[in-house]
């Protein structure tokens, strides 16, 4: 009653520790490209409260939910409404030292949560997401400050929205390097509540994280 407590799946409570790693420099500029509804945004500040945190998203009545868990947890970050891609719109010119692209995709990873998921999607569909998440990263690079951290996510299982994505962009941005984190980077399968595991149920998710030199 007092929302002291956030739920989270446990594959999406992994995006704000590999940002921040082993803590980022005091009063870091931090942006949430693709924030709603907010609980990653939280989970950052929760991690390194001094943080300078844009949060971004492109739908203004989803980003009132970021408000609203924000508010919840009295915490404070710059809220902004437009598209990550329309930097003149929104970007301030000043570099951000790190950069969670939590990128749209076909959610093709939290079919055991909502199995509507599967009737919803087209195979075309996933040609027109991995468009956009592909000018989302090309676009977002530019902004990261020398030495800056970004998280490239999707909660889906499909390669062409994980890994082919992850290969294309350093094809791309030869410059940037990608860092391998056991049992956080790479494609995550989902496991049934079910299942014979060492681990607990958790989505499908995708985590690549990458550096700028």
Excluded at 5 to 28: E, K, N
Excluded at 36 to 45: I, N, S, W
Excluded at 48 to 69: I, N, S
Excluded at 161 to 166: F, T, V
Aim: hydrophobic letters at 45%; charged letters at 20%; one cysteine or more.
């Amino acid at each position: 009653a007092e929302g002291l407590v956030s739920v989270q799946d446990a594959a999406a409570q992994l995006a704000a520790p590999l940002l921040i790693g082993t803590g980022l420099r005091p009063g870091a500029r931090v942006l949430d490209a693709c924030a709603a509804p907010g609980g990653k945004t939280a989970h950052l500040l929760e991690l390194q409260p001094d943080l300078q945190l844009t949060a971004l998203d492109a739908d203004a009545q989803r980003l009132t939910r970021v408000q609203d868990t924000l508010n919840r947890l009295q915490q404070k970050a710059t809220l902004k409404a437009a598209d990550a891609r329309q930097t003149a719109t929104w970007w301030d010119g000043q570099p951000f030292d790190a950069i969670l692209l939590d990128a749209p995709c076909s959610a093709s990873g939290i079919v055991r949560r909502h199995p509507d998921v599967r009737w919803l999607r087209r195979p075309d569909d996933i040609t027109a997401l991995a468009q956009v998440q592909a000018q989302l990263l090309d676009t977002l690079w530019p902004l990261l400050a020398p030495g800056g951290r970004l998280v490239y996510a999707t909660c889906s299982v499909f390669k062409a929205e994980g890994q082919a994505q992850h290969d294309a962009f350093l094809q791309r941005q030869p410059e940037a390097k990608s860092h391998a984190v056991t049992g956080i980077t790479g494609h995550l399968l989902p496991l049934a509540d079910n299942a014979v595991q060492p681990l607990p149920p958790l989505d499908g998710f995708f985590y690549a994280l990458l550096t700028h030199p």
